[in-house]
């Protein structure tokens, strides 16, 4: 079995000000410093990517974008292209979050789009998928994982699936302080995993890292991360304090 390196990424989301982005980019990057075992992204608001940037600045930790435009550019009032996000400072971009799905109705089909178009671009994407609590009470996540994933990759070279991540991140386990059982974690990864193999071979099936995210604090990390398909973290709500960042970086590098 191939060993994937573990990653974690902090998904500020609609969070911070001027002021405490930098701080928290300055306190993460000091705390993670410039050699770990683990690959550390932050995602900050837009507005705030290039002085997160400055303050990361020599530290192991890179920077993510919440979001990225499907078209490179043009009329496309508020969006952000991966060219913009490149110039930045990204390597990563999110794509497809539950935030995004389920409030600002984005469809599998812009997924897609979104995917591509970053891909093609040159950033790595954070793919997002998971079921709702209503899927997970009719025992429907299996079905959810299978359509969201592979819409989501349909027509991906094998090149650019060494620049996806995938995040499994059950809907009600979000912002909710309710996460997922490592072993519901390692079931879903799983499942996840042998799609991907069927599909698209060993080769992408063994490399795609597959983080969890929904809730995750340090204490819950270890459990999480000893399972054999958990390759990591997406975190949102623990990510704003830089000492529970570093903390789940430090359990994901066991
Ligand atoms: P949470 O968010 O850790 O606050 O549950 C995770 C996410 O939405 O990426």
Redesign the pocket.
Known sequence: MPTRKKFVAG?W?MNTTLAEAKALGAAVAKGVGTDTNVTVAVCPPFPWLVPVGEAIKGSAVALGAQDVHYEKKGAFTGEVSPAMLLEAGCKYAIVG???RRHILGESETAINHKVHTALEEGLSVIL?MGETLAERERNLQERVFQRQVFAACAGLTDEQFQRLVI?Y?PVW????GKVATPEQAQEAHAFVRTKLRQLYGDKIADTTPILY????TPETTAGLMSKPDVDGA??????LKADSFVAIVKAAGG
């Not at 995210?213 to 995750?216: E, L, N």
């Not at 997406?234 to 990510?239: H, I, R, T, Y």
Request: charged share 15%; proline share 0%; aromatic share 0%.
């Open positions: 998904n989301k979050h539950s935030e997002c995040a991140e386990a979000i912002g909710t995210g929904g809730s995750v997406l975190v949102g709500g623990a990510s």
